[in-house]
């Protein structure tokens, strides 16, 4: 599975820039990259990602965190990487963003020996329903055939988090480069300034007519301050890195301490979904979660997404070019009315915005409120993509049609999976 997470993220490094596919994620994440990639092509715009490996875990580590059904096992992975973030209209570069992050990515698969020939699975080809089995021996809409080593396992979620720690070499090379900054200014800098205030008062004492020793004294300073520099210039510069490190820390746990918060707010969520027997995997609901807000967001009219619930949205909303995830989720509210969970959540972001050939970039906080049926079975294989009618058991995608194309249903949404009905 580590091997699907790294070809993902090799996949979305050229995704928004080219008219490349992802195959190694489900229809969901594939439909609101479209809908992200349409937004900039309108605006004009070209958005690159780039994810070079770093840090502790480069190509990617599996988490205890797993959540299972009948058929398949949903397990979180992350890994480490030096995010780049190129904005470009024209051919002018109009943002530019890097730095340290986690990408965090669920990855469903079959469970083993299961024989899956008669689920439901979209074509990564032309994005029709069809039965894994009809698959197998060709797609029947575009002739496209697959082994079942290519259909799973996949992407279902991914989250880009930004990752304050630092690896051992990350250390060394920052001690390195701040010690040897400090220790020039100290042993060039400073005695430079010296000499040249040295030599200001040496030409005014002689201008004043002031004995020789006096003079020589004066030009001896920067002598004497470079002695001591000489000295003690390494050690300041440990000290001074040393030093800078820790203020950044400390900017950067009041910057996180918000955030670490929220997650004491998912608890009441998880104990009233245990209620119905319902598993909760936090990374991966925050990413589903995640998922459908950018889609709304980049959506040039959301009320078709079958998903989304609620009126028109600002239209600040529609200079927004990418989100950037915080990593954290607050649950206001949690309620449950009729087996329908009514929950309201923050969602802590940095958004990236274009308008009139500017890019900005400001934190927000994006107000959730959602709801489910959820006395009704998960299915961790579910997709709008492959929806399947529960009046007379069609699979169709749900992106493209509202009502089941064979008997004209029109079907709840809520009962297998979260709608949105605000964002704010």
């Known amino acids: 599975m580590a091997n699907i997470q790294q070809k993902f993220i090799s996949e979305l490094s050229e995704a928004l820039s080219s008219d490349r596919k992802l195959s190694s994620c489900d229809r969901e994440v594939q439909n609101y990259v479209d809908i992200q990639k349409d937004r900039l092509r309108k605006k004009g715009l070209v958005l690159d990602y780039d994810f070079p490996g770093r840090g502790i875990h480069p190509d990617g580590i599996e988490h205890g965190w797993e959540a299972r059904d009948e058929h398949y096992v949903a397990k979180m992975w992350e890994s480490t990487n030096l ?14 963003k890097k730095m340290n992050a986690a990408v965090w990515s669920c990855v ?14 979209v074509c990564p080809n032309c994005g029709n329903p069809e039965k ?8 029947p809409y575009c002739g496209t055939s697959f082994k079942m080593d290519e259909l799973y396992p996949k992407v279902t979620a991914y989250n880009i988090v930004e990752d304050f720690s630092k690896e051992k070499k990350e250390m060394i090379r920052f001690y390195l480069i701040t010690a040897v900054i400090v220790t020039a200014i100290l042993l060039v800098g400073l005695p430079l300034i010296g000499a040249v205030l040295g030599g200001i008062a040496a030409v005014i004492m002689a201008m004043a007519k002031m004995d020789t020793e006096a003079i020589l004294g ?89 998903f989304y619930e609620g009126g028109a949205l600002p239209d600040e909303f529609k200079d927004i070019v990418d989100v950037f995830f915080r990593g954290a989720m607050a649950f206001k509210s949690v309620e449950v009315k009729n087996d329908v969970a009514y929950v309201s959540a923050d969602i802590y972001t940095e958004v990236l915005s274009e308008k009139n050939g500017k890019a900005s970039e400001k934190e927000r906080i994006f107000r ?54 605000s964002v704010n």
């Open 83 to 96: 995010y780049k973030r190129v904005l470009m209209k024209g051919n002018k570069t109009i943002n530019k």
């Open 108 to 121: 469903i698969n079959y469970l083993n020996g299961q024989n899956m020939e008669d689920e439901i699975y």
């Open 132 to 139: 894994i089995k009809a698959l197998t021996e060709g797609c």
């Open 218 to 306: 004066a030009l001896m300073v920067p002598v004497g301050i470079f002695g001591q520099f000489l000295c003690t210039a390494p050690i300041i510069g440990l000290l001074s890195a040393s030093g800078i490190l820790l203020i950044k820390l400390l900017i950067a746990g009041a910057k996180s301490a918000p955030l670490l918060a929220t997650f004491s707010t998912h608890k009441m969520f998880e104990e009233e979904l245990k209620k119905y027997g319902q598993d909760y995997m936090q990374q991966f609901f925050m990413s589903q979660t995640v998922a459908k807000l950018k889609s709304v967001i980049y959506s040039e009219d959301p009320t078709e997404l079958p």
């Open 368 to 421: 959730v409120n959602m709801r489910k049926n959820i006395s009704k079975k998960n299915d961790l294989s579910f997709s709008i993509s492959k929806f399947m009618c529960p009046s007379c058991g069609t699979s169709f995608n749900a992106y493209k049609h509202k009502r089941c194309p064979a008997c004209d249903n029109v079907y709840k949404m809520e009962d297998a999976d979260w709608v949105i009905e």
